[in-house]
């Protein structure tokens, strides 16, 4: 991507900015690193647990009614992964130890991703499609490619499984209209010792 070297400044500029940041990664939405700084971590595999994350935060965002997906914010006993929406066609992820400031971070991380969000749209809009999507070995471009894998996945979710056959040790069945059998909690049956 012709716009790599100006991502990778502004990642550095953010580091600068933020001392507590360990890491940071600019990825496509579809998991493709376009630029990282991010010694000690796989960026291969950090952008791909990113668009998986990406894909849960946006349909919980489109569920309550919440609007477009803005950030992300996971908290680990060791610190914080931060997901930041980087324009149409990108997103940031940004590592950091614990002691960070949460709100400085937040300034910072929307900060360098609208920043980085119109280097790649940018790109996007001069060359009509992005450049790291280079064709997959079967000849389609990757993008196309992630869609359809999206696509089938989400079929595959939402197509109804057929119950499971009745076991051969139930001798009753239940009538669905009549409740469960329940015992009050702490109640002791002939069992209990």
Do not use: C, W
Not at 53 to 65: D, F, K, S, Y
Not at 148 to 168: F, I, V, Y
């Amino acid at each position: 991507m012709a716009a790599e070297p100006e991502i990778l400044d502004e990642l550095r500029r953010l580091r600068a900015r933020l001392p507590q940041l360990t890491g940071a990664v600019a990825a496509g939405r579809d998991g493709l690193v376009l630029a990282q700084d991010a010694p000690g971590i796989e960026p291969d595999g950090l952008s791909a647990l990113t668009a998986t994350t990406l894909a849960v935060a946006i349909r919980m965002t489109e569920a309550t009614g919440r609007g477009e997906f803005r950030e992300l914010l996971i908290r680990g006993a060791d610190g914080y992964v931060a997901t930041y929406a980087a324009g149409r066609h990108a997103v940031l992820t940004l590592l950091t130890q614990d002691r960070v400031n949460v709100g400085r971070l937040h300034l910072e991380g929307r900060r360098a991703g609208a920043r980085i969000g119109e280097l790649v749209d940018a790109h996007e809009d001069a060359h009509g499609r992005t450049a790291h999507a280079k064709a997959a070995p079967d000849g389609t471009d990757r993008e196309t490619a992630a869609r359809e894998a999206a696509a089938h996945d989400t079929a595959a979710r939402d197509t109804p499984r057929p119950a499971a056959p009745p076991s051969q040790n139930q001798t009753q069945t239940q009538d669905p209209s009549r409740p469960l059998p329940t015992r009050p909690v702490g109640a002791r049956t002939g069992t209990d010792n």
